[in-house]
């Protein structure tokens, strides 16, 4: 059967609200696609961060069952990371999210019924976090995260979807898109997505040292044309377990390493000539006076093609509105930042605002779609 719901752009990242427990209580969770568990945060809460809405109410609903240490799911080889060496009766996470300041869920692991809004499904027994601690900062809009990275205990690996796809709308729109899971694999033929041209494919991969991530088989940035000459290994290829090219749409910004900004920084002082310079602003390097007469340098990422009939590299050429943030009125910036503290590349929403983006679990494909939210 295959499921659907509406996500809301709020805070730089997206939301939607599940339907737990009987009767039915609604929380309003984060989706994170590198995110091996789904959580909310419950009550009898130790130290929970403080949120708009209440925490879930675990003794209000009659099919909510904690998870002890010897269940298969605390067993799950892959997971041992989550949920470490279980020493007492109740099986516990310890979820961290960020690349640049790590912050952990930590809780119990439990399960409930799921319901999705918009959709028939129900899943008896979904196994889920109930969050009662936390280090770092976390966003009060939030009750917990959605869980869609790889692993067993994901969304999708608990509806058995062989897809799902996500539509990240910009942050000012007032109409949500939608998060959709489906039974099979979307039909594919030369030109992408079946009766819609406007698609490229991109090789998903997968590194040991993030087990929980998509990795995107990535080839380059181009500048105006221009190939910037940055290492393939600062992609993750070779043998660099700790670099490589994910997606985050609870990020805004696109965060290149050291090795590949120094680059991206030496090429866009040379040709921003024309466009007057405004001061940094809170780590936008590249700012500038807001000017209808503005000409920005074409920007373009390169992927490995993941369809057979087609060329070895597809583009991703951004347009205006994904290549920059207006963070106050008559300042504009590149969504680019230094990730100073990680290997990893992380394209974050503002650049894939406006795309679909159907993740092919059967065969390891990102479908990005344009002008599809």
């Not at 979904?126 to 009750?143: A, K, L, M, P, V």
């Not at 993030?210 to 221009?226: A, D, E, M």
Request: hydrophobic share 35%.
């Amino acid at each position: 059967m295959e499921t659907t719901s509406d996500i809301y752009p709020l805070n730089d990242a997206y939301a939607i609200f599940l339907w737990i427990g009987t009767p039915v209580q609604v929380v309003f969770v984060m989706i994170d696609i590198g995110s091996p568990i789904s959580w909310s945060q419950c009550d009898l809460c130790n130290n929970c961060y403080p949120m708009q809405r209440p925490p879930f109410n675990t003794r209000a609903s009659s099919t909510f069952r904690e998870l002890g240490c010897y269940t298969d799911t605390c067993l799950i080889t892959m997971m041992r990371e989550v949920f470490g060496n279980c020493t007492g009766w109740t099986c516990r996470y310890n979820v961290k999210y960020g690349t640049k300041d790590e912050s952990h869920s930590f809780g119990a692991m439990v399960t409930d019924t799921l319901n999705f809004e918009h959709s028939n499904t129900e899943i008896k027994n979904f196994i889920i976090g109930c969050g009662d601690s936390y280090e770092g900062s976390f966003r009060t809009q939030f009750s917990g995260v959605l869980g869609l990275g790889r692993g067993p205990l994901s969304v999708q690996s608990q509806l058995n979807a062989k897809a799902f796809s996500i539509c990240p709308v910009s942050q000012g729109s007032e109409n949500p898109s939608s998060l959709d899971f489906y039974d099979t694999p979307p039909e594919i033929n030369q030109h992408g997505v079946v009766g819609d041209n406007s698609s490229i494919m991109v090789p998903l991969s997968e590194n040991s040292g993030y087990p929980f991530y998509y990795f995107l088989q990535f080839v380059g940035i181009s500048i105006n044309g221009f190939m910037l000459d940055i290492q393939s290994r600062v992609w993750g290829y070779g043998l660099n377990y700790d670099g490589g090219v994910i997606i985050d749409i609870g990020t805004v910004l696109t965060y290149l390493p050291s090795d590949a900004y120094s680059v991206f920084r030496s090429e866009m002082l040379r040709t921003n000539h024309n466009l007057t310079v405004k001061p940094r602003y809170e780590g936008l390097e590249f700012c500038y006076k807001d000017d209808s007469s503005n000409v920005f340098p074409t920007i373009e990422l390169h992927f490995q093609n993941g369809n057979i009939a087609g060329e070895n590299f597809v583009s991703y050429k951004l347009n205006k509105k994904q290549l920059l943030l207006t963070p106050e009125e008559g300042t504009v910036c590149l969504s680019f930042a230094e990730g100073k503290s990680s290997a990893l590349t992380v394209i974050g929403s503002n650049q894939l605002q406006g795309t679909l983006l159907t993740y092919d679990l059967v065969n390891e494909i990102l479908v990005l779609t344009f002008n599809k939210c």
